[in-house]
């Protein structure tokens, strides 16, 4: 993968609100279209990274209800995709950064 620092192998799986892919080292986010995986992996990871963020009321900015069951639904998926990331890259480095909103909004919002 192509990024700022050059080369990179060292990928970490955060999902945000664009792409879930960044490079470990320089921190730059990847675009999930040049990840050398197959394109059923993409999209999962596309898939995924789009329910991100779903356990939060963006219009009252608060958690919504089960907001920590949700979430911790979606840090399972991305850990099953990480493990097919990481079995489709075998010469890369993958680290996984589960979501942690509901701590960020549990101390934040109340
Ligand atoms: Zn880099």
Redesign the pocket.
Known sequence: ME????K?TNLLIEADFGDAVW?A??K?NLDVDELPVSGDLKQQLEDWTRDFGKWIDWDSDLLKNDADKTEGVFNQKGEVLVAKLREALPSFTITYQPSNLCLLYGTAGR
């Open positions: 990024c700022s620092c050059g990179t490079c080292v320089c730059v």
